[in-house]
Structure formats: C-alpha cells, structure tokens
C-alpha cells in the first residue's frame, strides 16, 4: 500500500502475521475481548480509536452509514449520544437494528456488531451530558440535526442565539430530543488481518436463553 509511514507500514506488517487469531486466544465474553484490542489500539497511538461507523436502514430498507463515537461499554452493549430527531434517531425509530464497525486499519483489525437499538436511561443521558464541553452542549441545542439549511451563517446565526438563551453562569440542560442509545449486540465479530488474505474472523453469537458461543467464519 502506497502511502505509508514507516512507522504504519512496520505495525501492519507485525499484526498482520501469521500468528493470526484463534479461540484459545479470545477473552471468555466479547466484552472482555473488546477491552483487549480497544487498549491494543490505544496505546498504538491510533486517531479516535472509539469512533465506530454507525449503519442504520429507513422503514423502506434504504441504509446510511456515519461515524459516531463510542461513549459507554458494558454486557449491555455499546452506547452512543445524538439528536434523536437526525436521520439516524429517525431510522432507528422505523427500524431499531443496528450495526457498528470498529475499522482499526493499523492494526488490521475490524470489530463488527450487529444488534438491537434501545435508548439508555434519561439519568446516563443527563450524566454524560453534564460533562461535555459548554459549545458542544450549545450546539446540541442549536443544531437541527439532518435538516436542510440555507447556508453556514444560518448554523452560526442560531449557535449564536442558543448561547444567549443560556447565560455563562447557568448550567445547560440537556435537550429533551438529544440522548443516549445503546446497541445491544446479537453478534460481535474480532477480525485479525492475515498473510494471503486468509484473514481471522471468530464472532460470539448470542444464543437461544442468552448465552454466548464462539464461532469461526470463513474470510
């Protein structure tokens, strides 16, 4: 691959081996194995290693994808906050599945999920909101997310306005339609890059009364 620093090109070559990715390798759950790799790509040094490609598909089964980030991990499932008026917010009210991809390219490594879509209590929501910088709250509130706007001084002029509605010295709530929402996963696939293309992929697939099993997928 052209393009590469040595730096990459060198870390591609290293996970990208021949030791590859077997079950006697994976953590007993998917959420201690996620754990691994997260840690894995985040003493890489990899750019956002939360941000995840979010796939969504309308009442009529047209799909779109975007990136979000990844807020909350737990055996629930993985969390994410957004205006639940967007177009995603819609979809997902239409048709409540999801699936992520974790695309660590570095690495050569992808985590797929594949699950049902539930919003996460209001108090979590509240919480995680409370925390976020001030002109990332005004924003949730000024933004019309997905919505069609006549130009950027339009976005800027109601940022603007949202940041006089709320006062320096007063806390900003969060909007009642921004939130958080939980993909709980029927399926989480580790993808290990291999030599030859003959790549790892070992998914945990929930089973009938909840448990887990390990599966190996052909490449």
């Not at 047209?62 to 980030?69: A, Y």
């Amino acid at each position: 691959m052209t393009g590469d620093t040595p730096d990459l090109a060198a870390m591609r070559r290293d996970y990208a081996s021949d030791r590859g990715l077997d079950v006697t390798d994976l953590a007993a759950t998917w959420p201690e194995q996620f754990g691994r790799w997260f840690a894995d790509a985040t003493d890489a040094g990899l750019p956002e290693p939360n941000a995840m490609v979010l796939s969504t598909a309308d009442a009529a089964g047209w799909p779109s994808s975007r990136t979000v980030l990844l807020k909350g991990i737990d055996e629930r499932g993985f969390v994410f906050y957004t205006n639940y008026e967007s177009r995603k917010g819609a979809e997902l009210r239409a048709n409540p599945h999801a699936a992520l991809l974790f695309p660590w390219f570095p690495l050569m490594r992808q985590v797929g999920v594949r699950g049902t879509v539930e919003e996460v209590d209001r108090v979590e929501t509240e919480t995680y909101f409370a925390s976020r910088p001030r002109p990332s709250q005004i924003a949730a509130w000024a933004s019309p997310q997905s919505r069609v706007l006549p130009d950027r001084a339009a976005l800027d002029e109601r940022f603007t306005a949202t940041e006089r509605r709320f006062p320096a010295e007063s806390p900003v709530p969060a909007p009642p339609h921004w939130g958080g929402l939980r993909v709980v996963p029927e399926t989480v696939e580790f993808w290990q890059g291999r030599t030859g293309r003959l790549h790892d992929r070992l998914r945990y697939r929930r089973a009938e009364q909840g448990e887990w099993i390990i599966e190996r997928l052909a490449p």
